[in-house]
């Protein structure tokens, strides 16, 4: 963000530069401040997932309201895709993907009956929405985030997916009956839709790859490193592939904490967040995610790097908690006579 500001000062003027620079710092901030100071185990995380499942609730609402009001705003082009409040088909398909796989790990996890019932709904909603943008990115992302969910629930998701598809399957059959057309023939279409956008894109970066050309001299969006390198210069790609393979790090490390803990909560937890980082990358690789100074998409992973850190840190207590607790026990053994008189 620092970046973007600085190169901006160059493109625009000094004020603009700088009003992105100063916040990019303070809007980031707020997230790691309010969510590092209060994730500390693993009902935490869960609290964070039920909030953002409840935000989820209210688009889908107000894409309700809008669509008794006029659904011609929730559409977009000839082909009438769904961008729901968003701008493009693209960023509601991505949006609506890391909804849905918060809401479909809630139904698994959450041990309150009225969220898990909510998250349900709310999840079929959003299903429905990423089918409706006919986007093939938003379905990729969404099968991998789907995946991260249920690998290791599958006994339990065998219950669940076939209610999840009815009411799916019911609000389907409500919205074509209401005149709404889903452009199915898109998810399954092979047609090249980037190959052009990347090479106007690499074109456009080579008129200028130390600094790139601005936001004014956009040719296109669809690779976040691409786009990155032709607004604002090679920097930018650079900053991104550190990004993403200290990204790549953490999650090897998630990895590693998944077998240490014991709490089943905390292993579906980082199973959820190495799933969103494969999400994220994903899908950067064909919108640009990375770029975006104001989205959903920067929320969410600000928000999946704050409960990594968590996750990390509550695996290490547990460790470390499990050694005492095995060190109190050895020297019991060692000592009967006094391990009465140990405090409990």
Not at 44 to 70: E, H, K, P, S, Y
Not at 183 to 206: N, Q, V
Request: charged share 15%.
């Amino acid at each position: 963000g620092i970046y973007m500001g600085l190169v901006s000062i160059y493109h625009e003027n000094a004020i603009s530069g700088m009003t992105s620079i100063f916040f990019a710092i303070f809007s980031m901030m707020a997230v790691f401040l309010a969510l590092g100071s209060t994730v500390k185990t693993w009902d935490d995380c869960l609290l964070v997932m039920r909030a953002f499942m409840l935000a989820g609730g209210i688009w889908t609402l107000g894409c309700l309201v809008q669509f008794f009001v006029n659904q011609n705003v929730l559409v977009m082009g000839y082909s009438r895709r769904f961008i729901g409040l968003m701008s493009n088909p693209q960023h509601a398909a991505g949006f609506c993907a890391v909804i849905a796989t918060m809401c479909v790990w809630l139904v698994l996890n959450d041990r309150t009956k009225f969220y898990k019932i909510l998250a349900m709904l709310v999840g079929a909603s959003h299903i429905v929405f990423v089918l409706w943008t006919s986007s093939r990115t938003g379905l990729a992302v969404t099968i991998i985030g789907f995946t991260s969910v249920l690998y290791a629930r599958m006994g339990r998701a065998v219950l669940v997916a076939p209610v999840i598809a009815a009411v799916g399957f019911g609000l389907l059959t409500a919205a074509t009956k209401m005149g709404v057309r889903f452009g199915f023939e898109r998810l399954t279409s092979t047609d090249d839709t980037r190959s052009d956008t990347w090479r106007r894109m690499w074109d456009s970066a080579m008129e200028n790859p130390i600094v790139g050309v601005g936001l004014k001299g956009a040719t296109g969006s669809e690779n976040g490193f691409l786009y990155g390198f032709s607004l604002y210069g090679i920097g930018m790609p650079v900053i991104m592939l550190l990004l993403m393979f200290s990204t790549m790090f953490v999650c090897i490390k998630l990895l590693h904490a998944r077998f240490v803990t014991k709490d089943p909560v905390g292993k579906r937890v980082i199973d959820l967040t190495i799933g969103f980082f494969a999400m994220y990358w994903a899908g950067n690789m064909f919108e640009g995610y990375g770029v975006a100074r104001i989205s959903p998409q920067l929320v969410f992973f600000l928000t999946f790097s704050c409960i990594a850190a968590a996750a990390l840190s509550i695996v290490r207590t547990e460790r470390a908690d499990s050694q005492v607790e095995e060190g109190e026990t050895e020297w019991s053994e060692d000592y009967p006579e006094y391990s009465q008189q140990l405090p409990t």
